[in-house]
C-alpha cells in the first residue's frame, strides 16, 4: 500500500508508544513506525504482552499494529524511509559530571540526532517529542545541518504533556497541542506539515504555534506549575494536621475560586513520577546558568517539599506505632507513582519501603500492575516480600500504608483485613482515598493526610 505520508518515531516508551499507537489510529493514510535501541522492548511492542499498561492501548494498538503501525530495529532503514520524525528518547537527570544530580542527560537525544545526520538521504522534519532544556532545538538544527549534501532538516518542538494512566485518553481529547517553529519560510511550512497530522482529530483552535524556544519552556514550566500545587497542598497539609482543619475541606474551599481551580490540589504522600522532578531540577539548573539564583531557588523548594512530605509520611507511622516498627509487618499497599500505571519511577513507595527497612521493619509490598517493577526497583533489599493479594499480605500485618491511590483499594473489604491484622491495627492513607470514618468503625487506627487521626484509646 501507498501511504501519504511516513512517520518515525525514535524511542517507543511511555510517550512515543501511546502516541504513534494514537496517530496510526487516526491517520490510517499514515504509515507510523516506531524504533528503539531496546530489542527487548520491540519484541513485547509486538507481542500481546504490551511493554506498558496504559488503559485502552492494548486495544488501539491490536487493532492498527500491522496495518499502518509497526515497531522495529531497524533504525538505518525507518530513518531513510520517513518523511517527519519523531525524537521521544528519555531525558533522564544526569548523574556524573557537570551538572549531576539537576540538568537533563542529553547523551540520548544527541545520539538520535548523529543517527538521523549518518541515515538520511533526504529533507526530514525533526520533532522533538522528549522534554528538553530550552534552546535544544537550536543545538540539535546545528548537529542536522553540519553536513551539506543538500538534505535539510527542519527541527520543531511539540511536547508531550500526557499524563500517564490517562494517556490514551489525553491523546485523543488534549487540552492543547503545542507546536514551536522557526520564525523562517521552510519553519513554518514544516509547522504545517506536523499540524495538519493532529488536525485528523484536533480542533484547530486546540493547536497552539509559538516559536521554538517558547514551546520547549513551556513544557519544563506546565510541570513546575503542576508539582507545585502539589507540593503548596502538601505544605498545607502538614499545617492542617496541627490545627485541626481538614485539608480536603482546604482544597475544596479555595478550588471554588475560579482563578485557582481545583485540580491539581489533592494532598497525599508526594508526587512521583519520571518527569515532575526531574523537569523542575532541570529548569532550576537552568535558571542557575542564567544567573538567576531566586528563580532557581524558588523552584527548588517544590522539590525539596515533596521529598519532606514523603519522610514526614513514614516519620508519622514510626511515632503513632511506639517509635518502633523493628520486627513489624508493615504492607505497602501499591507501590506504582499512580493509580492506573505499571510505573514506578520516582514513586513515593520507593522512599516509603527505604525508610521503614532501615527502621527493621518486615515489609511486604502489593500492587495491581507494577510488582515487576518494583521487585527491579527493590532488588537486594532485604526484609522486603511481594504479593499480588492484597488480603494475603495484610495477614498478620501491624500496619497498613497505602501509597498508591488505586480505586481496588477502596473497595477491598475492610473488616476481613481488620480480622486479619495485628492489634491495634494502623492503617495509614497517604492517598486520603478510603472513607476513614467507617474504618475507625471497623477498628482501624487511621491516620490520613492533612486532617485529624482517628485513634481508638482501647483495642475493639
Ligand atoms: P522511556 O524511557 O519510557 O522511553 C524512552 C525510550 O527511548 C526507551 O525505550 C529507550 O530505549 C529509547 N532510546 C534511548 N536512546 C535511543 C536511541 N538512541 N535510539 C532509539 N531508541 C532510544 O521514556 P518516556 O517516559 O517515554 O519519556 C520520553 C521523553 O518524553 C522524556 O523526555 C520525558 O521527559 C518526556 N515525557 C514523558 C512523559 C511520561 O508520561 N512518561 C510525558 C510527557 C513527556
Ligand atoms: C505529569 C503531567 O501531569 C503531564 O502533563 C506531563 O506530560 C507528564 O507529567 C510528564 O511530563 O511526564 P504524570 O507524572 O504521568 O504526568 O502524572 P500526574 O497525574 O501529573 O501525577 C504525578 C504525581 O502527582 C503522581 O504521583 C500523583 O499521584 C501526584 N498527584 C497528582 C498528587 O499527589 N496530587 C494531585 O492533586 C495530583
Not at 58 to 67: S, Y
Not at 236 to 253: F, H, P, Y
Not at 348 to 367: K, M
Amino acid at each position: 500500500m501507498d501511504f501519504e505520508k511516513r512517520i518515525l518515531c525514535i524511542g517507543a516508551g511511555y510517550v512515543g508508544g501511546p502516541t504513534m499507537a494514537v496517530i496510526a489510529d487516526k491517520c490510517p493514510g499514515y504509515r507510523v513506525e516506531l524504533v528503539d535501541i531496546s530489542e527487548e522492548r520491540i519484541r513485547r511492542w509486538n507481542s500481546d504482552d504490551l511493554p506498558i499498561y496504559e488503559p485502552g492501548l492494548d486495544e488501539i494498538v491490536k487493532r492498527n499494529r500491522g496495518k499502518n503501525l509497526f515497531f522495529t530495529t531497524d533504525i538505518p532503514r525507518a530513518i531513510a524511509e520517513a518523511d517527519i520524525i519523531f525524537v521521544s528518547v528519555n531525558t533522564p537527570t544526569k548523574t556524573f559530571g557537570q551538572g549531576a544530580g539537576q540538568a537533563a542527560d542529553l547523551q540520548y537525544w544527541e545520539k538520535t540526532a548523529r543517527e538521523i545526520l549518518r541515515h538520511s538521504k533526504t529533507d526530514k522534519i525533526v520533532v522533538e517529542k522528549s522534554t528538553l532544556p530550552v534552546r535544544t532545538a537550536e543545538a540539535m538544527e546545528r548537529i542536522l545541518n553540519s553536513r551539506r549534501e543538500g538534505v535539510h532538516f527542519e527541527v520543531l518542538s511539540n511536547p508531550e504533556f500526557l499524563a500517564e494512566g490517562t494517556a490514551v485518553e489525553d491523546l485523543l481529547d488534549p487540552d492543547r497541542v503545542l507546536v514551536g517553529c522557526m520564525n523562517t519560510e521552510s519553519g513554518r511550512r514544516a509547522c504545517e506539515d506536523l499540524e495538519a497530522v493532529y488536525r485528523h482529530w484536533v480542533e484547530p483552535s486546540h493547536i497552539l504555534r509559538t516559536n521554538v524556544w517558547s514551546a520547549e519552556l513551556s513544557k519544563l514550566v506546565a510541570n513546575a506549575f503542576l508539582a507545585q500545587r502539589i507540593s503548596s497542598i502538601n505544605g498545607i497539609s502538614a499545617l492542617c494536621e496541627k490545627t485541626e482543619a481538614d485539608v480536603d475541606e482546604v482544597s475544596r474551599a479555595i478550588g471554588f475560586d475560579s482563578r485557582i481551580g481545583s485540580r491539581f490540589l489533592r494532598a497525599g504522600v508526594g508526587f512521583g513520577g519520571s518527569c515532575f522532578k526531574k523537569d523542575i531540577l532541570n529548569l532550576v539548573y537552568i535558571c542557575r546558568q542564567h544567573g538567576l539564583e531566586e528563580v532557581a531557588q524558588y523552584w527548588e523548594q517544590v522539590v525539596r517539599i515533596n521529598f519532606w512530605q514523603h519522610d514526614r509520611f513514614v516519620s508519622n507511622m514510626i511515632s503513632e506505632m511506639f517509635n518502633t516498627i523493628a520486627g513489624k509487618v508493615m504492607v505497602v499497599m501499591g507501590f506504582a507513582f499512580k493509580a492506573n500505571t505499571g510505573d514506578t519511577r520516582e514513586s513515593p513507595a520507593i522512599r516509603v519501603v527505604q525508610r521503614l527497612v532501615e527502621e527493621c521493619a518486615c515489609v511486604r509490598v502489593t500492587d495491581p500492575k507494577a510488582l515487576g517493577n518494583a521487585r527491579r526497583d527493590l532488588e537486594g533489599v532485604e526484609y522486603v516480600s511481594f504479593y499480588d493479594d492484597p488480603y494475603e499480605a495484610l495477614e498478620g500485618a501491624h500496619a497498613l500504608a497505602l501509597v498508591t491511590d488505586w480505586a481496588c483499594y477502596r473497595d477491598l473489604d475492610y473488616r476481613r483485613v481488620y480480622q486479619l491484622m495485628e492489634k491495634p491495627a494502623f492503617l495509614f492513607d497517604g492517598r486520603n482515598l478510603l472513607d476513614h470514618e467507617a474504618l475507625f468503625d471497623i477498628g482501624f487506627n487511621v491516620y490520613p493526610i492533612g486532617k485529624a487521626p482517628l485513634r481508638h484509646l482501647t483495642v475493639k
